[in-house]
């Protein structure tokens, strides 16, 4: 079959209660922007990424004050919490006391081996994974000297030097990523990586940019690592409202049919045989269908060239016809005319009552199969 993406094999680590990597689904990530020691800010933030359907959050812990905050942040945050420690194995301590479900870190930079001991120590009584950010702008200077650039063999070498620092020491709870802002760089060392070690990986197109060039960087990147099987956790990084992240990463996974949540629009970009404004229309139906977690498939084509042919494979589609008279399709087949009525409103309507059927059909199984 032509859509079989065969997964590489891993080991299993934990973040809390969501399981990174073997059979589990492909988690999604984001990471906070706020002061972490402003733990209301943090976690309305949390609360707004959580809601946009993440499994897991990052957070920065560079002080003391965070560390504190985090135990606060932990105790009502809906998801797994990672504490991103820069370079104070103190901060990484601290912040696995404090209740982070994983630290990010790399075991280089936080000091000698004595300190890297206190992490590891740290992590296994408050059952803590790791996770070994390895960064093409941040290789240790050993590494770029022997071979001159951040180049793919760079930073599978930092990222194996770090791992082996783990495992030495009987730590094996942990994933990595070797994330780089050039795609062709990210995705030869993941490819070099995966060969090498049987960890869960965390994939990224570090610093990718902003919303729009972000999103095209992101989705070439890390899709092609997804059609090789390559990844067990994602996170889309934009310069943008990490909610954004969120939703591009569920539409990448969406796309290849890895993970399906919420409403996947189909829509034509519209041309002079459009019988309303499709993408005032598609605008509107995609916010307020915002909040549908069920996975559902909405064909909205402006004309009869293409509308009857995608609506047959969509649960609710519409096609554009004359005199303001547009065909309605539920469940693949032609259902209705609508006539000089709202398009949007009737969609969304069509949309949560299909939802609402599903859900009730959901609710009679497990009754069924309990009373069985």
């Known amino acids: 079959m032509l859509n079989k993406i065969i997964r590489r094999k891993t080991r299993s680590v934990s973040v809390g209660n969501v399981m990174v990597g073997s059979d589990s689904f492909i988690s999604v990530q984001s990471m906070t922007n706020t002061l972490t020691h402003d733990y209301v800010a943090t976690l309305n933030q949390i609360e707004k990424i959580s809601e946009a359907g993440a499994d897991i959050v990052r957070v920065s812990c560079p002080d003391i004050d965070s560390t504190i905050a985090l135990k606060k942040i932990v105790k009502k945050s809906p998801i797994p919490i990672i504490a991103d420690i820069h370079f104070h194995y103190k901060r990484a301590i601290e912040a696995a006391e404090s209740g982070a479900a994983c630290l990010r870190i790399n075991p280089g930079n936080i000091g000698n081996i004595e300190r890297v001991k206190d992490v590891i120590k740290a ?17 240790e200077k050993k590494i770029l000297e022997k071979y001159k650039e951040p180049n793919a063999d760079a930073l599978v070498e930092s990222a194996l030097d770090h791992a082996a620092l783990l495992q030495d020491n009987d730590f094996h709870n942990f994933k990595i990523s070797v994330k780089a802002s050039d795609v062709f760089l990210t995705i030869a060392a ?22 729009r060039a972000g999103t095209v960087k992101s989705s070439v990147g890390l899709g092609y690592l997804l059609l090789k099987g390559i990844g067990d956790t994602i996170r889309v990084s934009l310069s943008a409202d990490p909610v954004e992240e969120v939703k591009v990463a569920f539409d990448l996974l969406k796309t290849l049919d890895i993970r399906n949540r919420g409403v996947k629009i189909i829509s034509c970009p519209s041309c002079s045989r459009q019988q309303f404004d499709v993408i005032s229309t598609v605008g509107l139906i995609e916010e307020k269908l915002s909040h549908i977690k069920t996975p ?32 309605v399709y539920i469940s693949g087949l032609a259902a209705h005319r609508l006539v000089d009525k709202n398009i949007v409103d009737h969609v969304v309507e069509l949309v949560e009552n299909y939802v609402q059927k599903i859900n ?3 609710s009679l199984e497990e009754e069924t199969q309990l009373n069985a």
């Open 123 to 139: 992590a296994k009584n408050n059952n803590c994974s790791m996770r070994i950010g390895v960064n093409a702008g941040s290789l």
């Open 190 to 211: 993941y490819e070099k990586l995966a060969e090498k070690i049987d960890v869960p990986l965390h994939i990224g197109i570090t610093e990718a940019g902003g919303k």
């Open 296 to 327: 559902l498939t909405v064909s909205i084509i402006g004309c009869v060239v293409n509308g009857p042919g995608e609506a047959k494979t969509s649960d609710i589609g519409i096609t554009g016809g004359g005199k303001n008279t547009h065909q």
């Open 360 to 362: 009730e059909s959901k």
